[in-house]
Every structure is written in structure tokens, then in C-alpha cells.
């Protein structure tokens, strides 16, 4: 297939689907029609001011904690955590509640 097919046939396939935007998307993209159709979505995202550096790291940024994710044709949709920092781990819905845990165990921990 050449690219300016594979072009329309994703402009064919944004106008046959119809589908709301997944709950929580802040943006959404076009569709993809590669494989299985789908698209990228962004959600809610919050973001942590990152104060302290104690020299271990040149350039410590703030820590930007989003939910990310596709949604496919048939409307469902798959949803990722994305921890942006110096290091930035995409992890699972469970895994981000285990890390939620233990960063308030963490915290509480920290404060005595």
C-alpha cells in the first residue's frame, strides 16, 4: 500500500468511527490504521514540584505524573501512567497504586 493510500484509508477510517473520546482524554489524536485501528489519548495529569536536587542529579525538573493511553475501534480503551522525570517508567494502573502507597509511606516515613 503506498503512504498517500495508507493516508486516506486513516482519513476513511476517522470518518466511518465515530466514537466519543475516551473518559478523562485532555487530548486525543487521529486514528491509526496500522494493524489493529486505534488512537492516542492523554488524560489527567499532575504535576510535582521537584525542590530539592542535594547534588545527585544536574538537571532535577519537576516530576510530571500523566495518564496516557489508546483507544481501539470497538471503544475500548487501555491506559498507562507515565511518571516524567529524570527517569520516566511507564507503568500499570496497579503498579502506579502500589507506588502511590508506597510514596505516602514514604512521605510519612520522611515527616517522622
Excluded at 486514528?31 to 488512537?39: Q, T, V
Excluded at 532535577?60 to 501512567?81: K, N, T
Amino acid at each position: 500500500m503506498t503512504t498517500a493510500r495508507a493516508r486516506d484509508c486513516g482519513t476513511d477510517l476517522a470518518m466511518a468511527l465515530d466514537l466519543a473520546a475516551p473518559i478523562g482524554a485532555t487530548r486525543v489524536d487521529e486514528w491509526e490504521s496500522i494493524g489493529a485501528a486505534f488512537r492516542v489519548f492523554d488524560g489527567p495529569q499532575w504535576r510535582i514540584t521537584h525542590i530539592a536536587n542535594h547534588g545527585r542529579c544536574a538537571d532535577i525538573g519537576d516530576i510530571v505524573v500523566s495518564v496516557i493511553g489508546r483507544q481501539f475501534a470497538d471503544g475500548r480503551a487501555e491506559r498507562e501512567i507515565i511518571i516524567d522525570g529524570a527517569c520516566t517508567p511507564v507503568i500499570t494502573p496497579a503498579e502506579a497504586r502500589t507506588l502511590g502507597r508506597a510514596l505516602i509511606a514514604a512521605a510519612d516515613a520522611a515527616d517522622g
